[in-house]
């Protein structure tokens, strides 16, 4: 038989060499008969490897030539188009083969669905290319959707498709975390491809069951079986009761998933399981049906019955009477649950009568209910008569519903071919745009009392939004064109019914526990879960449209969950919720960050965020609202014993942890804002005294916690913005957390504090600019804070060492080693990552925690600087002028310079004494002065700089927060005078340059306007902004933006508008007088340092008014 098999295939190579054109075409017939029953009836992989394909081409072009390849009708669709195939794949690269290969193409578009299916198939495991496009996508899809039993060779389909690993990732593993349409239908291709490796598997094939024990499927197995919507997990359910006879694995978690101390999520899909086992073991899987049916699992959950049901396709195919028969016994269960999984099974057409004595039986029962029944509920009693319409069978007595219309292009496509079922999509268009009209129209009454438009939206959700098979029959007709122009009637109907919804679901459920008409509120929540779930590009190519109906969704939703009282829609109304953030992610509308932060704004309760992590389909999501969770949780805890802080900022930072990486930018920005909140948060939580907070701190006291809430208010912010939230005021909490922070330097100084105030304003900011646990966390360590004492013993061992709440990690730049220039850097110094100054040992000291730290300055390439210089450009100016610092002199108000490295890699380094205080910034804040502690400061201050200019260097960066003041303690009356030291020499020369000084100090020549030949001048312009700062404790210069402060500079002649009020009050004007003269236009024409230091000594302004600071009249 194998031999006459082969000599007819061979027969194909030698129609050239047959001279009589009967015996040509009888060759032609006899070999192409053969091959299609090899390919198609016996499954043989390339029956025609070993011809020789020079021969086969030759004998093809004159196959071509005669128009056999054009008259193939008298063989079936599949058989014709899978024995072309093979011929074309055996060619060598010719225009024969591209001819036969157009002809295959041209099968598959129009054929019927077995045609399609069988060259898809061997396209699978062949030219992969060829499947890809969404009309391709759109055939595979309704040939999966096709009753059971249409096209037997589906499975062998899905199971190529998931088997190879570049189509599997396109097919199964990236759509099982897609849109609800695509999680149906690589469920469904899980169920084929298990029911094709169930068959081999009887046969002494293993291969396909191996398929199923590789890591790519197990785990999107694993995520559809425990998808949230019956219409994905059932069909995965069913896979493993047709593989457990074949793996005992899946046996094994079949029945353990029936014990009692699991949940109704297991129980539920291995009761589909289960059923589905009667396929393959019918007596063994039957049996323990019915024992199920009388265990105590099932009398805590009689859903159980529905579950089998939705089972039970698979098995009815190949056991009907074994089906029939625990049919009839799940039927007493009763219910509507039972009614709608019966009127599904019914739908997959398995033969005349199939469960009609159930159907009639379920019948009965819902006319009955209905009789008897109540009206209150109008959904309900609708439902029950639509449902037990679609059960008697009398379609002909009934207007079509539009699951019926799409049931019927279905079989068009299976009986007559793509182009004819795409036909029948207009008027399943036309009738689902009626349905529509039906629920927009006024309506008299209570709106939700209107039968017809439950009905209506019943029929839209089962027909438009539960499948995508209207979208894949409106695809049928197009060529396989990426560029083809989508069809937007589809996405208008999406956008009418979201905007009905919207209205109709837009206002929360206020009275607790009682939800009237509850059906049809019900049936409108799982509506809009199910077209959030299935809406997309897809869809509607309108990305912006789609965009805003998203938004929109998910901002009534969102609202519904906070404001919603506690009732029986809740968890529908959290699945619908998470859902739609889903989509936002999927789509890119939003981040990942988005969704937390507006998660933790919005969803108050543990049980609605347990809900949402479990309902949601998006890896991602559902691992960061689990940790999310966790903090919730643990916050909770610390708020109620007071204890546990802590562990809450650990909870914190692993939510940052769980966040995707390398996800986008947005979210790497919310990783590094948790990390940093956590750490201040920490520090504080951890600590027993106010001095430890102080300790713990490397700048000021709350330095990381304030960077900490700042950031995140600020991408809270802007994640409210990208939503479509209302916006708010700009976040100030991150002020408040610095204005608290200054009130404990304050107390640690023994100075007046008002920390309760203070406290209370940080709270209060937080509450508005922090989410959720977000916030309450924050708020419940600044309570700890509050109540903490001066001082008090360290706990031992220390629970977060000052070393875990050092400032901001080290900048990208700084080399792996931390080693630059013969110094390792310990910590930065200022604004951490994005700073210039470093705390640094000498390399050989780095061990000895007792040597030395110095101050290691980087230039800092500024937006000053960008202004006129490239980055190149400054360092090489910063390594001309850094030689100058040679000159230095030592001077007690001077920081000591040690080092210069212009060498350096990679960035030149200027090292100098590490002076520790507070700066004079800080201490104008703090506002423990008087006018002559003020006075005395810019003395030490003027002596410095006139140190440095009578050796020719300016400093170039005179400002409050480049001079430290040690032994500031004495400011308050305690220990030595206090002494301000210049600091930071990074912009330090003999030259002025662009990028020198800051915005509120910069002299007009700095920003380009008139004699820019002299640098020292600049210093005192800078020094008369400090003394307007040190006596009237407000900056000289203030605007809301650079350029507007640097237009104040270059528009004055010494006498701004603040200046003119000093000299306008006679107990101000030598004060005003001095200032002026350090702010002339012109360098030439402003006093040197050591003139100014000599009117501040004689000013009188300290004897005759001590009161610090001075008052400006306005």
């Not at 199939?354 to 159907?359: G, K, M, P, R, S």
């Amino acid at each position: 038989m194998r031999a006459a098999t082969r000599d007819r295939l061979e027969g194909l190579t030698v129609l050239h060499r047959l001279s009589a054109p009967e015996q040509r075409e009888a060759a032609w017939r006899q070999g192409m008969a053969t091959l299609a029953r090899a390919v198609v009836d016996e499954r043989r992989p390339v029956p025609l490897e070993g011809l020789d394909p020079n021969a086969l081409l030759e004998s093809m072009e004159l196959a071509v030539q005669g128009g056999y390849v054009e008259r193939l009708d008298w063989l079936s669709g599949p058989a014709a188009a899978a024995a072309l195939y093979e011929v074309a794949a055996a060619l060598p690269a010719s225009a024969t083969k591209r001819k036969l290969g157009r002809l295959v193409l041209q099968r598959l578009r129009r054929g019927d669905a077995a045609t399609f299916v069988a060259v898809a198939t061997q396209l699978a495991l062949g030219s992969q290319r060829a499947l890809g496009g969404r009309s391709v996508r759109a055939r595979v899809a309704l040939a999966l959707s096709l009753p059971i039993g249409s096209v037997a060779s589906a499975d062998a389909l899905a199971l190529a498709l998931i088997s190879r690993h570049e189509l599997s990732h396109d097919w199964l593993r990236t759509p099982a975390t897609g849109s609800l349409p695509s999680r149906r239908l690589a469920a469904r291709l899980l169920e084929r491809a298990a029911r094709e490796a169930a068959r081999r598997a009887v046969e002494g094939d293993d291969s396909g069951i191996r398929v199923f024990c590789t890591r790519p499927v197990r785990e999107a197995w694993d995520r559809l079986l425990a998808d949230r919507e019956t219409l994905v997990w059932r069909h995965v359910a069913s896979a493993r009761g047709l593989l457990a006879s074949s793996m005992p694995v899946f046996r094994e978690e079949m029945h353990r998933h029936l014990d009692p101390e699991f949940t109704i999520t297991e129980w539920r899909r291995a009761s589909a399981s289960l059923a589905a086992s009667i396929a393959v073991e019918p007596e063994k899987g039957l049996r323990a049906c019915r024992d199920l049916l009388e265990s105590v699992v099932f009398q805590q959950d009689h859903g159980i019955a529905a579950a089998m049901i939705a089972g039970l396709p698979r098995a009815a195919e190949s056991h009907p009477e074994a089906v029939e028969t625990l049919l009839d016994q799940l039927m007493r269960v009763g219910g509507l649950d039972m009614a709608e999984a019966l009127v599904d099974l019914r739908r997959e057409r398995l033969g005349r009568g199939f469960a009609d004595a159930a159907a009639e039986r379920a019948e009965a029962h819902l006319r009955k209910s209905v009789a008897q029944g109540d009206t209150e509920d109008v959904g309900r009693a609708a439902l029950m008569r639509a449902l037990a319409d679609e059960l008697s069978g009398a379609r002909a007595k009934r207007e079509p519903t539009l699951r019926d219309m799409i049931s019927d292009a279905l079989e068009t496509f299976a009986r007559d071919g793509a182009y004819e079922a795409a036909r029948e999509a207009e008027p399943i268009l036309e009738a689902a745009a009626a349905k529509v009209a039906l629920l927009e129209r006024p309506v008299r009454g209570n709106p939700e009392s209107d039968l017809a438009a439950f009905l209506a939206l019943r029929e839209l959700d089962s027909a438009l939004f539960e499948t995508s098979a209207l979208n894949d029959l409106l695809l049928l007709g197009e060529d396989n064109d990426p560029g083809a122009e989508h069809d937007h009637r589809l996405g208008d109907l999406f956008q009418r019914v979201t905007n009905w919804l919207v209205i109709r679901e837009g206002d929360p459920l206020g009275e607790e526990n009682h939800v009237p008409q509850f059906t049809t509120r019900l049936r409108q929540l799982r509506t809009m879960l199910h077209l959030v779930d299935a809406d997309g590009p897809h869809v509607d190519p309108r990305k912006d449209l789609v965009s805003q109906r998203r938004l929109l969704t998910q901002q009534v939703l969102l609202s519904r969950v906070q404001h919603d009282q506690k009732n029986s829609l809740r968890r529908t109304l959290c699945a619908a919720a998470a859902r739609t953030c889903d989509a936002l992610v999927r789509e890119d509308i939003a981040d990942v960050s988005d969704i937390v932060i507006a998660t933790a704004e919005h969803v108050p309760h543990l049980d609605d965020l347990k809900t949402m992590a479990e309902a949601s389909m998006v890896p991602e999501i559902k691992t960061v609202v689990r940790a999310y969770i966790k903090l919730r949780e643990a916050t909770r805890t610390a708020e109620r014993d007071g204890h546990g802080l802590v562990a809450a900022a650990d909870a914190l930072r692993a939510i940052g942890n769980e966040l995707p990486v390398a996800s986008s930018a947005r979210v790497e920005a919310l990783r590094q804002a948790l990390s940093l909140l956590a750490r201040g948060l920490r520090s504080v939580a951890a600590s027993s005294s106010l001095t430890e907070v102080s300790d713990r701190a490397a700048t000021t006291p709350l330095a990381p916690l304030e960077r900490g809430v700042a950031t995140l208010a600020q991408l809270a912010s802007g994640s409210r913005r990208r939503l479509g939230e209302t916006e708010r005021e700009s976040p100030t909490s991150g002020a408040s957390i610095w204005a608290m922070g200054l009130e404990v330097e304050r107390a640690l100084r023994g100075s007046v504090s008002e920390l309760d105030r203070a406290y209370a304003n940080a709270v209060a900011a937080v509450d508005k600019d922090l989410p959720g646990a977000f916030a309450q966390l924050t708020k419940a360590v600044l309570k700890h804070l509050r109540r903490l004492p001066l001082d008090a013993p360290r706990r031992a061992p220390s629970i977060a060492s000052p070393e875990l709440d050092a400032d901001a990690p080290l900048p990208a730049w700084a080399p792996p080693s931390r080693i630059l220039g013969g110094f390792y850097l310990i910590r930065a110094v200022g604004t951490g990552a994005v700073g210039s100054v470093f705390v640094a040992r000498r390399v050989e000291e780095r061990h000895d925690e007792s040597a030395p730290l110095f101050a290691l300055k980087v230039p800092d390439y500024s937006a000053a600087a960008a202004r006129t210089l490239s980055e190149e450009e400054f360092l090489r100016l910063f390594r001309e002028e850094a030689g100058a610092l040679l000159a230095l002199p030592e001077h007690p108000n001077i920081a000591r310079f040690v080092t210069f490295d212009a060498g350096a890699g990679p960035k030149p380094i200027l090292v100098m004494e590490l002076v520790e205080g507070p700066s004079l910034e800080r201490t104008l804040e703090m506002g423990d002065l008087s006018i002559r502690r003020a006075r005395d400061l810019l003395l030490g201050v003027g002596a410095g700089l006139d140190a440095m200019h009578q050796v020719g260097i300016a400093h170039l960066d005179v400002k409050p927060s480049n001079i430290i003041v040690c032994n500031a303690d004495a400011i308050t009356g305690v220990g030595n005078p206090p002494k301000p030291v210049l600091v930071d020499f990074g912009l330090a020369g003999r030259h002025l340059r662009p990028g020198c000084g800051t915005a509120n100090y910069g002299s007009p020549e700095i920003w380009g306007t008139g004699d820019t030949s002299q640098a020292i001048p600049a210093d005192v312009y800078a020094f008369g902004c400090l003394i307007f700062e040190a006596y009237t404790g407000k900056t000289l210069f203030d605007g809301t933006g650079e350029a507007a402060m640097i237009t104040q500079h270059v528009t004055h002649d010494g006498d701004p508008d603040a200046v003119r009020a000093l000299l306008a009050q006679a107990e101000t004007r030598e004060l005003g007088a001095l200032v002026a003269r350090c702010l002339r236009r012109d360098p030439n024409d402003r006093i040197t340092i050591r003139q100014g230091r000599q009117f501040l000594a004689n000013l009188r302004l300290g004897v005759e008014n001590a009161h610090w600071p001075v008052r400006i009249a306005s």
